[in-house]
């Protein structure tokens, strides 16, 4: 019996992605597509990459440092509450709160 060649599934590859939160993505596309260099990782939205060891957005050594933490390096942590408390206020004040 010779085998349909219609209903030959086409050739696959495995492809193994990793965000930086160290999620794996696994994902199968054609064997004769070449694999994107990044892939949306459905768990956390971050890009990942092919390299487990080296996912994009590790290369930022510099933690992302909030708005707070910038004031509060300029002022006392004292000053820094005063302001948040005033944002906070003016944030509820916004919603009708
Ligand atoms: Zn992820």
Same mark, same amino acid.
């Given at each position: 019996?010779?085998?349909?060649?219609?209903?030959? +599934?086409?050739? *696959?590859?495995?492809?193994?992605?990793?965000?930086?939160?160290?999620?794996? $993505?696994?994902? &199968?596309?054609? #064997?004769?597509?070449?694999?994107?260099?990044?892939?949306?990782?459905?768990?956390?939205?971050?890009?990942?990459?092919?390299?487990?060891?080296? +996912?994009?957005? *590790?290369?930022?050594?510099?933690?992302?440092?909030?708005?707070?933490?910038? $004031?509060?390096? &300029?002022?006392? #942590?004292?000053?820094?509450?005063?302001?948040?408390?005033?944002?906070?206020?003016?944030?509820?004040?916004?919603?009708?709160?």
């Amino acid at each position: 019996m010779r085998p349909d060649e219609r209903h030959q +599934p086409a050739p *696959r590859q495995d492809v193994t992605y990793w965000c930086r939160n160290d999620h794996r $993505v696994d994902i &199968r596309i054609a #064997a004769d597509v070449e694999p994107p260099p990044l892939w949306d990782c459905p768990r956390c939205g971050l890009p990942a990459g092919r390299d487990a060891e080296n +996912p994009p957005g *590790r290369v930022r050594a510099e933690p992302y440092k909030s708005h707070l933490a910038y $004031v509060k390096e &300029r002022r006392t #942590a004292e000053e820094g509450e005063a302001l948040l408390a005033e944002a906070l206020a003016a944030l509820r004040r916004r919603r009708g709160e």
